[in-house]
C-alpha cells in the first residue's frame, strides 16, 4: 500500500511525535509498504530522495526540525494534490492537532483512511475533564479534580487558597488537554501553587487540579477491545515520571508484564476497557493508573494516539503476548483499512 506519516505537528510534543513517525517509516518499509511521511505544521517532507527518514540526516539541523504553527490548509493542500492516490494516513502525531480530532475532521472531510480513533473520541480522550467525567459514568475510579478556566490577565494567585484548602498539598496541576506531562507540576508546598497553575496555563487555557495519590504508576494497552498486560513504570529517581523520565534512555524503569495480583490486574484491564469502550476508541489507546498502598487504583487518563518509540509503553505491553513492533504496526493498518 501507499502509505502517508504524519509526524511532527505544532503541539508540544512535535519532538516525541517525529521519534514515533521514524520507527513507524522504518516499520513500514520493512512490512513491504510505500511510504512517505510529512510535518503537517510545516509542509515539510520527512523523507530525502534517499529514502533516509529527515532525522537519520546528519545535514539536518534543529531549526529545520522543530515545527512551525501552522493551519491545516497545508495538510489539505498535501492530500488533494501530491499524495491524492494515498491509500492510508498512518497518523504518528502526539498532543495539537493531531490527537484532538482536527486532523482526524479533515482526513474524514477528504476521503481518506487513518489509523486510529475517529473525531469524538479523539476530542473526548484529549480534554482530560470530559473523559474524567465519562470515566465515572462507567464507574471506573479517578482522582478528585476540579477544572479551571484561565481568563486574560488571569491572577493565579487568587486560586491558590482555594486550592489549598480543597486539595491540600501535595496535589497535581496539568494543563487539560495536554501530554506527554508538559506543563504539569507535583506541588509540595502551597507557596507554589500560583506558579504551577502559571506553567499550565502556557500550555492551555484549561487547568486541571488533582488530588495526588502516592503509588505505583501502572498502564493498560487497548487495542480493538483487548487490554493487554499491564506495565508498570519506576522512574529511577523515585519521582513523577515527567517528561525526561519517559523519553530519556535509562531514567526509567519499565516491568512487563507488571507484578500484580491477577484478579486485581484484570479488574483493572476491565476497567481500561470500559473506559476505551465509553470514548469510542479505535485501533490503539493507552489508560494509566495509579495503585496505592491498599491495592485501590484509580484512572489518570486515556491516550488514543500513544507513542511509538524505541521506550513507548504500548509496543512493550503487546511484546509480552509475543507482538513485535512490526507485527503490531501491521494490525494498526489492518484496523483502519477495516473501519
Known sequence: MRILVLAGGDSNEW???LDSGAAICHAL?????????INPASGLNLIDAEGHFWLEDDSAS???LVTHKGDLSLLAN??????????????????????????QNLLELAGKKYTGSDMSASAVAMNKAVAKRIMASVDVPTPRWKLYRVGVNEEFSQW??????????????????GGSTIGLTKVKSVSDITE??????EQSNEILVEAYIAGRELTV????????????IKPVSGGLYDYEAKYTKGKSEYIAPADVDETLAVNIQQAAVRIYDAVGCIGLARVDFILNEKNLFFCLEINTLPGMTALSLSPMAVACEGIGFDQLVAMIIDSAMRK
Open 15 to 17: 519532538a516525541v511525535s
Open 29 to 37: 518499509k520493512r512490512l513491504g509498504h510505500e511510504v512517505h511521511a
Open 62 to 64: 534543529d531549526s529545520d
Open 78 to 103: 498535501a492530500l488533494s494534490t501530491t499524495y491524492a492516490d494515498i491509500d492510508l494516513v498512518f497518523i504518528g502525531l502526539h498532543g495539537g492537532g493531531g490527537e484532538d480530532g482536527s486532523i
Open 160 to 177: 491558590a487558597d482555594e486550592i489549598a484548602d480543597e486539595f491540600g498539598v501535595p496535589l497535581i496541576v496539568k494543563p487539560n488537554d
Open 196 to 201: 504551577a497553575l502559571r506553567l499550565a496555563a
Open 221 to 232: 494497552s487497548v487495542f480493538d477491545g483487548k487490554a493487554y498486560p499491564l506495565v508498570e
